[in-house]
Nanobody, 115 residues
Framework: QVQLVESGGGLVQPGGSLRLSCAASGSIVSINVMGWYRQAPGKERELVASITSGGITEYGDSIEGRFTISRDNAKNTVYLQMNSLKPGDTAVYYC?????????WGQGTQVTVSS
């Protein structure tokens, strides 16, 4: 089993920045993919960004170069630096962990972009 602990969400004004963190613990296998998805009210969950244990990244189409994903393999932690936030980025952000044993989700952290 893998446990995911997310932190860093909150309320920010348009144009502001936030940094999300997600620490994984438990049955960690070195080869894995960690990432962030988000779900806004009435919409489907969508990929924000992901990063493999080897450092290969993928970003969702709506990110438009504003977010950066990174990870610290020694700490089994993934980070999402979000800049130039827009009201359309408001959603619950979920940490995701995938290895050959399966997929795990965090409980989610709310990000609200509003003036």
């Amino acid at each position: 089993q893998v446990q995911l602990v997310e932190s860093g969400g909150g309320l920010v004004q348009p144009g502001g920045s936030l940094r999300l963190s997600c620490a994984a613990s438990g049955s960690i296998v070195s080869i894995n993919v960690m990432g962030w998805y988000r779900q806004a009210p009435g919409k489907e969950r969508e990929l924000v960004a992901s990063i493999t244990s080897g450092g290969i990244t993928e970003y969702g189409d709506s990110i438009e170069g504003r977010f950066t994903i990174s990870r610290d393999n020694a700490k089994n932690t993934v980070y999402l630096q979000m800049n130039s936030l827009k009201p359309g980025d408001t959603a619950v952000y979920y940490c995701n962990f995938v290895n050959f044993r399966g997929t795990h989700w965090g409980q989610g952290t709310q990000v609200t972009v509003s003036s």
